[in-house]
């Protein structure tokens, strides 16, 4: 149960994982120093929040925007993080759209499944029908060879 | 016993050994695109956070998103900032008071001041 919002930590490997990756190969990062990171994490998230949620307010708006969280980074004095943040914003749209065309796809090609299920049905029917003639052809040609 | 039946089957055998951090759960699958995942820290958990501000109430999932890839920048400029001061001091481990130079000393970490404790 968390008692605090900062205790609301973020996965421990993760945060090792972006610092190992922020950092120099062959620098550590002592237990105690992560977890402060880890923290600083969480409270720079419920900073950041807490800034959108006021240009959410302004625009009258009850749900949390894209823009309101670039507006708070602004607000922050974080401007450096504004253009790779566009970026992934961008990225995301894309795989979003991506995704959602790619599950409407999957449905058009459920239904044309079904439909050619019943096609090859019918098809089946008609070789059927194509055998019992030839049968009879065969039994004619026996009689005339008798006379 | 078991290479023996390993080897019977065509397909290549994949070898189990220790994968990294195999144990720790995967918060995001691979993205099949060519460039980095979108983001590592899984949402669901800077959702939590997001909620747990009574003032908000609701945050669209672009928000969370960016909040979380904004966390993940916020990451990597502490850890390289601190690193500068263990740096000064010819020191391969970032330690905590690395932290806490790097907060004094930085104007956007301003905010962080009295919260780490």
Known sequence: ?147 | MAAAAAAGSGTPREEEGPAGEAAAPQPQAPTSAPGARLSRLPLARVKALVKADPDVTLAGQEAIFILARAAELFVETIAKDAYCCAQQGKRKTLQRRDLDNAIEAVDEFAFLEGTLD
């Open chain 1, 1 to 147: 149960m968390a008692e605090r919002p900062e205790d609301l930590n973020l996965p421990n490997a993760v945060i090792t994982r972006i610092i190992k990756e922020a950092l120099p190969d062959g620098v550590n990062i002592s237990k105690e120093a992560r977890s402060a990171i880890s923290r600083a994490a969480s409270v720079f998230v419920l900073y950041a929040t807490s800034c959108a949620n006021n240009f959410a307010m302004k625009g009258k708006r009850k749900t949390l925007n894209a823009s309101d969280v670039l507006s708070a980074m602004e607000e922050m004095e974080f401007q450096r993080f504004i253009a790779p943040l566009k970026e992934a914003l961008e990225a995301y749209r894309r795989e979003q759209k991506g995704k959602k065309e790619a599950s409407e796809q999957k449905k058009k090609d459920k239904d044309r499944k079904t439909d050619s299920e019943e096609q090859d049905k019918s098809r089946e029917e008609d070789n059927d029908e194509e055998e019992e003639r030839l049968e009879e052809e065969e039994q004619n040609e026996e009689e005339e060879v008798d006379n």
